[in-house]
T-cell receptor, first 113, second 115 residues
Framework: GNSVTQMQGQVTLSEEEFLFINCTYS??????LFWYVQYPGEGPQLLLK?????NKGSSRGFEATYDKGTTSFHLQKASVQESDSAVYYC????????????FGKGTHLHVLP | GALVYQYPRRTICKSGTSMRMECQAV??????VAWYRQSPQKTFELIAL?????????EQNFTQEKFPISHPNLSFSSMTVLNAYLEDRGLYLC???????????FGEGSKLTVL
């Protein structure tokens, strides 16, 4: 079945360091891929999405490339800030049902000042 | 812009009692509303999808008898967790699709603690 794997449960960085969060997925077809961010006490918010294979999505300095060859959708940011501290979820969409999204387990990013 | 409000933000209830949570879409018409649960140490699971004037579709392992849902209009939905026990603990989220933009918006979540 469809699945999303985020191996990193927690990432701790200092400000201005490079961020890389690993995400791989398993599915048939060509689903939309998302990254959602969840700040403490809030629901998940869309960070970026990519609907087409081999395309890149970007938002607020974050970017991710939909790589169908390696079935990956890693999230990167060149220089993190303390305000980026949050939980980041890699999410797999469903071709037929926009609500049947599959969340990864999430990666808790902690950025030290 | 589109927003989804959810309340209460957190509830503590005794084992065997029930908890009702509400979801309000603002700025767009929520023809369909989905309810999800994030249990401790788990990721989000889809509970059910509710569409106005249509039957509610529950996912495997979730039933109407346990999680009755009401969706009376294009801006409001509610779900109740009946006879809550420890395994029902978690963060419950509602999600609504803005068909104009195709974006799925989530509420802030209702955290359920069962004593």
């Amino acid at each position: 079945g469809n699945s999303v794997t985020q191996m990193q449960g927690q990432v701790t960085l200092s400000e201005e360091e490079f961020l890389f969060i690993n995400c791989t997925y398993s599915t048939t077809g060509y689903p939309t891929l998302f990254w959602y961010v969840q700040y403490p006490g809030e629901g998940p918010q869309l960070l970026l999405k990519v609907t087409t294979a081999n395309n890149k999505g970007s938002s607020r300095g974050f970017e991710a490339t939909y790589d169908k060859g390696t079935t990956s959708f890693h999230l990167q940011k060149a220089s993190v800030q303390e305000s980026d501290s949050a939980v980041y979820y890699c999410v797999l969409g469903d071709d037929t049902n926009a609500y049947k999204v599959i969340f990864g387990k999430g990666t808790h990013l902690h950025v030290l000042p | 812009g589109a927003l989804v409000y959810q309340y209460p933000r957190r509830t503590i209830c005794k084992s065997g009692t029930s908890m009702r949570m509400e979801c309000q879409a603002v700025g767009f018409q929520a023809t369909s509303v989905a309810w999800y649960r994030q249990s401790p140490q788990k990721t989000f699971e889809l509970i059910a999808l509710s569409t106005v004037n249509s039957a509610i579709k529950y996912e495997q392992n979730f039933t109407q008898e346990k999680f009755p849902i009401s969706h009376p209009n294009l801006s409001f939905s509610s779900m109740t967790v009946l006879n809550a026990y420890l395994e029902d603990r978690g963060l419950y989220l509602c999600g609504a699709l803005d068909r104009g933009t195709g974006q799925l918006y989530f509420g802030e979540g209702s955290k359920l603690t069962v004593l």
